[in-house]
């Protein structure tokens, strides 16, 4: 089956970013393959097929993956195929500490930044630049929105993004318990600290 999307990430610093990827790019019409998700049959067998068979090679870059040999593998494998278009999307603001071996495959690349408040409107962005790539629109239920729709959101959910914390050598927005549809244990809100011994997202589906 042909893939638009092969997601290569780190998994034990950024499993959380590359879930939030890929569900919106999947809500975008994007088909995506990630492990351990879409893994069949041997790891590295399932990973060589899902890579020979995609358009777009993104790559969720941070020190930790620009270190990891197992990523190192992929990029060498799809750096190799000239049909695949590789996209580096940084999530980790120490660009300087990537490691010589991963900058030697996207040095040259255009990559897009993930660091910069808030990673939603970033992993927007990055989902606009797939469709140009794949050479599609965004998906007409998307654009058709209403402005009214729109300002009702903005002003329900103004406090969600209320800072940003760098967790686990990356960034990432805390939601704030007032959004129905996301739950999350911040460790500090308005400069008062909380104990946090983990980070806990959980994504109830819309029914």
């Known amino acids: 089956m042909k893939i638009d999307v092969f997601v290569s990430y780190h998994n034990d610093s950024s ?12 809500g975008a019409g994007v088909r995506c393959w990630y492990a351990p998700r879409d893994v069949e049959g041997s790891y590295a067998g399932s990973i060589k097929r ?25 990029l060498e494998l799809a750096h190799e195929n000239r049909n695949i278009k590789i996209i580096p999307f940084h999530i980790d603001d120490k660009k300087s500490d990537m490691s010589d071996d991963v900058n030697y495959y996207i040095s040259r690349i255009h990559w897009i930044d993930g660091t910069s408040p808030t990673i939603f409107e970033r992993i927007d962005e990055l989902t606009q630049k797939v469709l140009d790539a794949l050479g ?10 209403s402005q009214e729709e729109t300002q009702s959101q903005n002003e329900d959910h103004s406090s969600l993004f209320e800072y940003t914390e760098l967790y686990h050598d990356y960034r990432i927005e805390t939601l704030l318990p007032t959004d129905k549809n996301h739950i999350v244990i911040p460790s500090s809100y308005n400069g008062k600290p909380f104990v946090l011994l983990t980070t806990v997202l959980l994504v109830i589906a819309k029914r």
């Open 15 to 26: 499993r959380n970013i590359a879930d939030l990827v890929v569900s919106r790019l999947e």
């Open 50 to 74: 899902a890579i020979d068979n995609c358009s777009i090679f993104l790559l969720l870059l941070n020190k930790a993956a620009s270190n990891s040999p197992h990523v190192l593998n992929e």
């Open 136 to 145: 599609r629109p965004l998906p007409s239920n998307e654009n058709n929105v």
